[in-house]
């Protein structure tokens, strides 16, 4: 029997993996526009940013989102020093979570784990002394390497602090701080958790479309993630799924994208990348 379903085009560039080719987009949104704006919820401190290779680009508007205090202090202390090699005006850094929907002026709780278990667990991976923190609660406290990859046990419950944070939805988000939504290039999504809802709710707005949407899909309902894949197929957004992060492109960049790559023209000085030419 003939499958009428479709099949979505993929969002991965050959001879790249998932993440080579989002910075890949995001060189070529560069070469093409000449500037570029990324937002990121869930920035942590700065360590492992998807485009850390483009903070030193002058051309590059970065607004990174951390509502947990104590890794916000990280994030400004590591852009406060790669600030001073790039004048440090493009580079916008906000205390504040966001929310799906409209929240309470007074703040919602935030659950992060407190500077303790840094002291007592000093050979814990990084992600979890300064990383971990969520809306909700049971996200902090669940077992996330049952394989036991990074050799530590799960945070115990008297490590987990319970905090109040000011929380927007995007819309509030993008209004009280300027942000056009139609000059986004690239949302980038980290929310433990969260980010399906998240991400839906910042793609709401018309004339909020940007050409490069991350999102991490690793601790999702598989279901979940694929109602959010499905919104973006529908907004004829190409898809890739690696083992951390769902990645989604709109056509045209990627078939811009694509025929730099095609071309091997100035690959690894475009990208960062030591490209091959395809044949």
């Known amino acids: 029997m003939h499958d009428s379903r479709r099949v979505t085009p993929s969002a991965r560039l050959p001879g790249l993996s998932t993440r080579e080719s989002v910075l890949f987009f995001m060189r070529t949104l560069l070469l093409t526009k000449h500037n570029l704006t990324i937002l990121q919820v869930g920035a942590c401190d700065g360590s492992g940013l998807i485009f ?5 680009e002058a051309a590059v508007h970065v607004v990174l989102i951390e509502p947990n205090p104590v890794a916000y202090k990280r994030l400004r202390r590591a852009i406060d020093a790669a600030s001073r090699n790039r004048g440090g005006h493009q580079i916008q850094t906000l205390n504040v ?15 992060v784990v407190s500077d303790r278990f840094a002291e007592d667990f000093p050979s814990a991976p990084h992600w979890m ?4 923190g969520s809306l909700n609660m049971r996200h902090v406290l669940a ?14 419950p008297s490590y987990v602090q319970r905090i109040v944070v000011p929380c927007h939805t995007p819309r509030e988000l993008m209004r009280m701080h300027s942000i056009y939504p139609g000059e986004v290039d690239v949302l980038v999504v980290d929310a433990e958790g969260y980010d399906a809802d998240i991400t839906a709710a910042f793609m709401q707005p018309a004339r909020f479309r940007p050409h490069v949407v991350v999102f991490e899909q690793k601790h999702l309902n598989k279901s979940v993630s694929k109602g959010l894949e499905g919104i973006l197929h529908r907004k004829a957004y190409r898809l890739n799924r690696d083992f951390e992060n769902t990645v989604a492109v709109q056509n045209s960049t990627f078939l811009a994208a694509a025929a730099l790559l095609l071309k091997g023209s100035g690959c690894s000085s475009h990208s960062g990348l030591q490209c091959r030419r395809q044949r």
């Open 143 to 156: 077992d996330h390497d049952p394989l036991r990859y990074f050799g530590h046990p799960p945070v115990p």
């Open 129 to 132: 002394k300064y990383e971990l």
């Open 97 to 111: 979570a966001v929310c799906p929907r409209r929240a309470s002026l007074r703040g919602v709780p935030f659950f």
């Open 52 to 56: 850390e290779p483009l903070l030193a």
